[in-house]
């Protein structure tokens, strides 16, 4: 069964965050730090601040859903 994540990574030198999700937590934070994400491109370097596994990738979708939200009421 795969696994779904949602994570949340933070850029210190712009003060940004990124909520987003994957089924590959350490494949994505390597695309995000070699800036081949295309909102996170030149804005790092990234850091992992928390991530949240999920059962399935609909799951994953709407936690990333609900916690956008929650950023930007």
Same mark, same amino acid.
């Given at each position: 069964?795969?696994?779904?994540?949602?994570?949340?990574?933070?850029?210190?030198?712009?003060?940004?965050?990124?909520?987003?999700?994957?089924?590959?937590?350490?494949?994505? %934070? &390597?695309?995000?730090?070699?800036?081949? !994400? +295309?909102?996170?491109?030149?804005?790092?370097?990234? =850091? %992992? &601040?928390?991530?949240?596994?999920?059962? !399935? +990738?609909?799951?994953?979708?709407?936690?990333?859903? =609900? %916690?956008?939200?929650?950023?930007?009421?």
């Amino acid at each position: 069964m795969i696994k779904y994540y949602v994570y949340i990574i933070n850029s210190e030198s712009l003060s940004l965050y990124y909520i987003g999700h994957t089924s590959n937590l350490n494949d994505r %934070l &390597i695309r995000h730090n070699s800036n081949r !994400s +295309k909102f996170t491109k030149n804005k790092g370097p990234w =850091k %992992l &601040i928390i991530s949240y596994q999920c059962n !399935s +990738k609909p799951e994953a979708y709407q936690l990333e859903l =609900k %916690l956008k939200a929650m950023k930007n009421p």
